[in-house]
C-alpha cells in the first residue's frame, strides 16, 4: 500500500468505525482506526502462513509459556509490515503524530520480566526467520501490577489492560477445549480388558484461546500466540449458579502471579499451569489428528518446548492423552513423549525450583498425579543396576511427598538448555550435575538473545539513522554487520554523530523525567542505569551503598572532581517480598535527601521511576551510558537488559555472571568495566563456610561509614527499613556478598568515572560496544533452538522445481 491509498483508507474505516473525520478523532479512535487496517491487512499472510505450514506438513514447534511480555505492538508491527514510515508520513500529512496513538495502547504485560520478555523476543524472531513456531500461554485479566510510590514506598495497583479491548487479539470461540480440574479419578478395565479412566466430580471449564498474530519481519509471514481464557461451559452453567461459584472459575486466568523467582505456593497457580497445558496439548492433538498421519509420528511433526518449569506437566498431558485417549501403550507413548518435549532451565536460584505436595497436585489434577507416579516409578526401575541408589533417590520425581516440576521436565524431554555459557555450565557442575550424570547429551547451552529491531529501530531512532548513515542499513537485516562499525572507531565525525545521538535521547529521557518526577537532571551528566526487577541477588543495594559513599565524599569534600552522575532505577518488587520493598523505599528516600541538597552542587542525582515496563525500557535504555550488571557471580542466569543496553552505546560495569561473560568475551576487557567475585570464588566461599561480613563492617573503614548510614539518621524516614537492610548484611550475614564486593565496585566505578572525563575514550568504548553487540541477536538464538533442539525449518527454505524459492 502507499501513502496515498493508506490516507484514503485511513480515513474511510474511520467513518466506518466512528462515523467520524480525523479533526474529531480522539487518540483512541484514531489507534483503534489504524490497527484494524493493519490486522486486517495481515490476517490474509496469517490464514496464508498458516495454510502453507499444513500444506507443507511442516513440523512446527509449540513454545509453553507462562508469561509473554510483548509490551506495545503498534509500532513494531507497524515496522515488521513494512509501514512504519509510510504511515507515520501518511498520518502526518493528515495533522496525527504516530506517537500520540502509540501513547494510547496500554503495554500487555503477561509477565514478570526477562523470562516474560524472552519469549516475546522469541516470538518476534521466529516469525522473522519464517520458522514454524507458535506461543501457547495464559491470556490473563489482568497483566503485572501497576507501581506506584506513596511516600516513598511501592502501592501496587491492578493492571486493567483490557478495558478497552485489545485490537490484536481474535478470539476463536471455534476451536475451544475443555479442561478437567479437581475431583477423583478411578481406573476401570474397558471390554478388552485395558484399564480407563473414569472421572468423578471435579469441575469442567472451557479453555477458549485468544490468537495474536506475530508478524514476522518483511516477509509476509504471520504466526500465532495462542493465549487461553477460562470461561464456563454452557452446560455446565447450572453448577455455578452463585458469585462466588463464578468467581472461583474466572480467578484460574484473572491474575498473573507478581514474582518470577519464588514458587507461589497456591493451588490457584496449579490450577493455572494446568490449565494452560492441557488446553495446549490437546489442541495440538487435535490439529495433528486432523493431517491423519499415524500417531507414531507425532516427533515428527510437533515440538513442544517447556519454558521453565511452569509447563512441566505437558510432559505428563501428553502421556495421558497418547495412553488414555490415543491408545497407545505406554512404552511407545512414553519414546514419542521424550522426542517431542525439550525444556530450558532459566535459574538456579533454589526457591524457583518448583515443588508441589503430593496432596495439592492431586487435589487439582488427579489423573496427571497418577501418570506421573509410574513416570517415576520406571524411572527408578530403569536406573537401578545402572546407578547409584542416592543419586537416583536425589533425581527421581516424587521426594518426601513433593513432586519436583525440573526433574519431570528433564527425565520426560531429550534436551535441557541453560541460558548463557555461564549458567548452562553451573547446570552441568551443580545445580543439575546429577542429572548430568546420568544423561549427558542432554545438556546444551543457547545463550539468551533480544529482538535487535524493537531495541535499536523502535526504540532508538536517532542512533539507527547515524548507523544508516555510517554503515548502509544491512545491519537492520544482518545485526552482525553492526561490525562493520569498527572501521570507524577513529573517525570522529562518527564519534561525534553517535555521541550527539546518545545525547538527544537523554535530553528526551531528562524532559520525561522532569514531567514525571518533578527533578531536574543535566543531560551532559553520566546516565547510570540498573533496571530489572528488584530482588536481593541483583544488589541495587550495592549500587545505593556505592551512592550513599559518593555522597559522604562529596559531603566531606564538596569541591571533589568528580563527573556529574544520574543514577536511574527502574524496579518493581514482588508486593509480598518484604526486603525488595525496604530497598525501594531506602533508594527512594535517599533520592529525597540528596536531590535536594544543594551543597554537593548536583554533581548527583538519584531518579527511581515509576512503574518499570517494556515501553519505559525503551526510552531509557537508548539514553543510557552506564549499564548496572552487578548480580553475585552465578545467580543471574543470564540477564537480557545487558544486552539491550550494549546494543544501545551504554558501557557495562559488571560481575562476571550470565551472560556479562560472554559479553565481556566480546568486546573485550578495555571495553566494559569488570569487578567482583567469581562464580568459583563464591562457591570457595560456600564450600569453606568463611564468609563474615561482620569482619568486613569492621575492619573496612569504607564500608563501615556507609553501612552505618543506613541507620545513624543520615537518611531521614528509613527507620524500619534500613534497620532490616542493614540486619541483612550484618546479622543475617551478607547472603549475596554485598560487602565483599563493595571496595572493588567503587574502583570499577572510578574507573568508569575517569573513563567519561576522556570523551573520545568513552565514545571509542561505546562504539565497540554497539558494533559487538550483533551476536546477541534473538534471530540467531531462536535459529539455534531450531536446529539444535526442535528440528524445525523455514517454510521459505523450499524450492519449487525451477528453484524458485515458494512461500
Ligand atoms: C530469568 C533469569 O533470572 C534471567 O537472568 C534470564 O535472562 C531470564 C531469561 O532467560 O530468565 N529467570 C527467571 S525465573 N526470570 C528471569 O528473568
Redo the contacts with the bound molecule.
Sequence with gaps: MNKIEFKKKFSRRLAEKFAMDVADASPDELYQTLGSLMTSEYSQSWQQTWKDYREAEQKQAYYFSIEFLPGKMLKSNLLNMGWLEMVSEGLAELGIHLNDLAEVEPDMALG????GR?ASCFMDSIASTGLPGNGNGIRYEYGLFKQRFVDNYQVELPDEWLQKGNLWEVRKESKAVDVRIGGDVYLSPDEYGNLTPIYQDGMLLRAVPYDTGMVGYKNDIVNTMRLWSVEIPPEEEDRYRSIEDRRAVEDLTSVLYPD??SEAGRKLRLSQEYFFVSAGVQSILRYYKQLKKPMDKINQYIAIHIN?THPAMCVAEFMRLLIDDEKLGWERAWNLTQEVMSYTN??IMAE?LEKWSIGMMKSVCPRIYQIIEEIDRRFVEEMTGVHDFDLIQRTRIIQCDQVHMAHLAIIGSHSTNG?AKLHSDLLKSVVLQDFYRIYPARFNNKT?GIAMRRWTQLANPTMSKVLDDTIGDSWREQPKNLRLLLNYEEDNQVLEALASAKLENKKRLASYIKEHCNIEVNPHAIFDVQIKRLHAYKRQLLNLLHIIKLYLDLKEDPEQAIEPRVFIFGAKAAPSYHYAKSVIKVINEAASLINQDTTIKDKLKIVFLENYNVSLAERIIPAADVSEQISLASK?????SNMKLMLNGAVTIATLD?ANVEIRDAVGDENIAIFGLTESEVYQYYENKNYSATNIYKENANVHKVVKALIDGTIPNIFAEGQEIFDSLIKYNDEFFVLRDFEDYCLAQESINEAYKDKRRWQKISLNNIAHAGRFSSDSTVQRYAEDIWQIEPVFAHEDDRGVIQH
Excluded: C, I, K, R
Design positions: 514478570n520480566g526477562g523470562l524472552l518470577d523467582s521453565d532459566h535459574t524457583a541460558v539468551n543471574e542466569a543470564s540477564g537480557t550470565g
